[in-house]
């Protein structure tokens, strides 16, 4: 059973479009984070959100946490070939332990 | 260049065999994790060691362990190994604390690729 839920698990669309990936669980996490990973790679830390309803953003991509802290959203605004990858949202759970989704794979058409 | 290396980058073994993965962290990092990563699973949290003690458990077989050693590099060690245990094995370290909630980031190593025939 996993602890956070990605949505959608693949997602492929044009250059230019916009698209939103969700991050779901039933479990309230101290601080959430979104990774990408590249093939052949290790996943690198995009950004951490730590209060409820905070929202941060990177160049065109928005990260949301929920106010209860249960859930996230990043959004990619006009999506470029450069953003495809695997996206993995992480909660941290307890003092220590960081758990993943199982990773949204996204493909970004030319 | 995340700063963790790992080694070996892919092993291939048969089952019933044991294999050690090896996981230097970052300098100064004191928290090292592992995950298991498959294609249907996602990355799966195993272990993770704070300055040499263990501090969270995750989905870890009994047939699997792990130490930190002094110099903060760890070990895997897989054994009795199964079909299914093929996959990309993760070594992540942080700085860590010692019992706080942090929000620190995790540096990934490039993983060890593990296929069991």
């Known amino acids: 059973t996993q602890l956070l839920e990605q949505s959608p698990q693949f997602l492929s669309i044009q250059e230019g479009e916009n698209l939103t990936v969700y991050c779901n669980s039933s479990?309230?996490?101290?601080?959430l984070q979104w990774y990408r990973q590249e093939p052949g790679e290790g996943p690198v830390l995009l950004v951490t959100v730590v209060t409820g309803g905070e929202v941060k953003k990177l160049k065109r991509l928005t990260f949301q946490f929920g106010d209860a802290r249960k859930d996230s959203s990043l959004h990619i605004t006009a999506a470029q070939p450069g953003d495809t990858g695997l996206y993995l949202c992480a909660g941290r759970v307890g003092a220590q332990k960081l758990v993943f989704g199982q990773g949204t794979r996204l493909t970004i058409n030319p | 260049d995340s700063g963790v290396t790992q080694t070996p980058k892919h092993l291939i073994t048969a089952t019933g065999q044991r294999v050690t993965l090896r996981c230097s962290p970052r300098?100064?990092?004191?928290?090292v994790y592992w995950y298991q990563q498959s294609l249907d699973q996602g990355l799966q949290f195993l272990i993770q060691?704070?300055?040499?003690?263990?501090?969270a458990k995750g989905n870890i077989l009994e047939r699997f362990s792990a130490q930190q050693f002094p110099d903060l590099h760890s070990e895997l060690n897989l054994s009795s190994l199964e079909l299914g245990d093929s996959a990309l094995y993760f070594c992540?370290?942080?700085?860590?604390?010692?019992?706080?909630?942090?929000?620190?980031?995790?540096?990934f190593g490039e993983g060890s690729r593990l296929t069991v025939l």
């Open positions: 479990s309230v996490f101290s601080s």
């Open positions: 992540a370290s942080a700085k860590g604390t010692s019992g706080g909630a942090g929000t620190g980031e995790l540096f």
């Open positions: 300098s100064g990092d004191l928290s």
């Open positions: 060691y704070y300055n040499g003690e263990e501090r």
